[in-house]
């Protein structure tokens, strides 16, 4: 399958956030702007992210049409002739065809390194984008408010995980030190 | 006019499968009868009340996969796999691994294997009075199992696999394919608990336009009856019925513990550890040559989910001299659902077991049974 790729579209953007640090943003370097530059920084470190998850969405959005294109292509070729047939027969069997043509074709593609690889670099992007938001939420609004983040739900669960594993150690010596008694 | 007239025909037919799932009860999944008599944090152990009045003195423990829910083998009553080996004379146990929350994100491999399943073995052991019990692992509980009895022979009389990937190197099943390029790490850095639903959304991948669109023409196709053929409505119904209760199971998709999903991706999906016997659950290494026991390793030859590939390999890597394999033409599913399973899988499990669930001639001299401390 033909690979498209929006690498001019990423060097573009590449190419003017490299700009904008070197002009514009250069204004969140100033020391006047104070404790605003760190946030401004960090939230800055969030565009390449969305970018980057547009660019494999777009991907992946290229590629199932180019897919449906085939599927159709193969649908077309079977030349089903529906003349001698009744209205629902009519149905029935352009209904079988279809779903024969597009779920062989989507099955062939979904079953290539090319679907696995993009699905893949997906699944990253959208988790780095995923996680950038929750870091901001955390940021912005949870330790301002003094409310638990995630990693401090995480370190009690892993207390508890850990708490829990010694409790069952030791009961199960007890148990066993009871039995040879 | 004969065209209007089929169409109204097929109209009428919709409507009367939408008239049914209006009306349609609560459906019952897992209805055959049990006893809870055993639970450690989420995990509970499930007793089936004997069908015979003398059972066969070997029990069986079965062991499901965390994806997904054990009910599959217990899904409708005419049709259950549990059912089925009750009536055959054995006495079944099986483990619900119930639906792991926040708290269960550290969890490891090694916890479910030598923690949870070796209670569970303990448990039934004690309970029968045997030193060894009948171990049957179905798909990821069936490499679970394997581990199990590489690690414990001592416990396990007889290993019986259904449809249990042991070699992840293969090119024929679309999650082997996709998990090489799949950033576990990321995933359960940033789930911890990774969602049941993230997981299911791949299994519906695998074949997109048959399961969610082609299932649900082709169920409301089967719909057929004239007005007032009662016998025809009830048919029906239980059709509509079996479908709901599969379609219940397929999206009740438990959240997986993330350090356990986190391994098993990693050593056994993207690294293949488990059949070139490197796998270390906590240190102990895991040799499938180990495994000496009478071994039934049992797969469905169009499974979209474990190809023949992945559970092949498992009888050349065992050292049991008792070793089967049977291939049943059904798919993934049908090995514990549908006629199939019932005329074909569940009779070669019985016909494989019965003679192997007898006592040995120690064992018939009584019960000596400790329970063992975990590795």
Not at chain 1, 158 to 165: D, I, S, T, V
Not at chain 2, 180 to 185: E, G, I, M, P, S
Request: aromatic share 10%; hydrophobic share 35%.
């Amino acid at each position: 399958m033909e690979e498209t790729k929006l690498e001019s579209s990423r060097e573009f953007f590449d190419m003017w956030v490299k700009t904008y640090e070197a002009t514009l943003g250069k204004i969140t370097e100033i020391p006047a702007i104070g404790p605003s530059r760190e946030k401004s920084e960090k939230m800055s470190k969030g565009l390449p992210l969305y970018f980057n998850l547009y660019s494999t969405w777009m991907d992946t959005v290229v590629d199932f049409q180019n897919i449906s294109m085939e599927a159709m292509k193969r649908m077309n070729a079977k030349n089903i002739s529906l003349e001698d047939k009744t209205g629902t027969e009519n149905y029935k069997e352009l209904y079988n065809v279809w779903m024969e043509s597009y779920s062989e074709t989507f099955k062939e593609f979904l079953k290539s390194g090319h679907f696995s690889s993009d699905m893949g670099k997906f699944m990253s992007n959208f988790l780095d984008v995923q996680k950038f938001n929750r870091d901001m939420l955390e940021e912005n609004y949870l330790k301002p408010s003094n409310l638990p983040t995630k990693s401090d739900i995480d370190e009690v669960n892993k207390e508890l995980y850990f708490l829990k594993k010694q409790l069952k150690e030791l009961s199960g010596k007890i148990n066993e030190l009871s039995e040879n008694k | 006019m004969y065209e209007l007239s089929s169409i109204e025909k097929e109209y009428n037919k919709l409507m009367s499968g939408f008239q049914i799932f209006l009306k349609m009860p609560e459906i019952s999944v897992g209805t055959t009868p049990h006893e809870i008599i055993y639970t450690e944090d989420k995990m509970k152990l499930l007793h089936y009340i004997p069908t015979v009045e003398k059972t066969h003195p070997v029990p069986i423990l079965m062991v499901y996969a965390l994806v997904n829910r054990y009910y599959i083998l217990d899904l409708q009553p005419d049709k259950s796999v549990i059912r089925k080996l009750l009536d055959d004379g054995f006495d079944v146990y099986i483990i619900d691994w119930g639906y792991p929350s926040g708290m269960d994100r550290y969890l490891t491999l090694d916890d479910y294997v030598n923690g949870y399943i070796n209670n569970a073995v303990d448990i039934v052991r004690k309970r029968s009075g045997l030193d060894k019990i009948t171990l049957m692992g179905i798909c990821q509980g069936g490499t679970f199992s394997i581990m199990y009895s590489t690690l414990h022979p001592e416990k396990v009389k007889n290993l019986i696999t259904l449809v249990a990937p042991v070699n992840f190197d293969t090119q024929k099943g679309l999650l082997h394919v996709w998990a090489k390029n799949l950033d576990v790490d990321k995933v359960v850095d940033y789930y911890g608990i990774v969602p049941g639903d993230f997981l299911n959304s791949g299994f519906l991948l695998t074949d997109p336009f048959r399961l969610m669109i082609d299932k649900y023409v082709g169920m409301f196709d089967r719909i057929e009856c004239e007005p007032g053929d009662d016998a025809c409505q009830i048919r029906n119904e239980e059709i509509v019925k079996n479908f709901l209760r599969m379609e219940k199971w397929i999206f009740d998709s438990p959240d997986q513990a993330g350090e356990t999903f986190r391994q098993f991706m990693k050593d056994c999906y993207q690294k293949n550890l488990l059949i070139k016997n490197k796998l270390e659950l906590n240190g102990k290494k895991i040799n499938l040559k180990n495994i000496t026991m009478p071994l039934l390793n049992i797969m469905a030859e169009f499974d979209h989910l474990v190809p023949n590939e992945a559970s092949i390999p498992l009888n050349d890597a065992v050292s049991s001299k008792e070793k089967e394999m049977a291939v049943f033409p059904t798919g993934h599913i049908g090995i514990f659902v549908g006629s199939k399973s019932q005329k074909e899988v569940c009779p070669t499990i019985s016909k494989w077991l019965t003679p192997r669930s007898g006592l040995d001639e120690e064992e018939s001299r009584g019960p000596e049974i400790k329970k063992t401390k975990r590795k």
